[in-house]
């Protein structure tokens, strides 16, 4: 798998909706993610290349229009086709290898 990561922070801000073709039921929703410009890091084994993400979802599914999810999540590339995440949500840690 080959991570190609841009030189410069990016965004995406998307509005859309949703549609249940079986119930006919429609959500709203928002997806907004900010990706920063990678730069360099280190950790106890080797050096690597850290880009962090912020994200943030907004929906009316069973509910009135609001904020649903903001994580941040932080991305460590050691070489070609490894990634280690670092997923920050409500205060909780949670390390996963892809």
Known sequence: MLWTIPTV???????????????????????????????????????????TQHETWWDDNSHLFGKRLVRRLGMLRHR????????RHAGHRLHVLA
């Open 9 to 51: 922070g990016y965004c995406l801000d998307a509005i859309g909706t949703i549609h249940n073709t079986v119930t006919g039921k429609t959500v709203h929703f928002r997806h907004r993610q900010q990706w920063d410009t990678p730069r360099a890091c280190k950790n106890a084994y080797r050096s690597a290349v850290c880009i």
């Open 80 to 87: 070609v086709g490894v990634v280690r995440y670092q997923h």
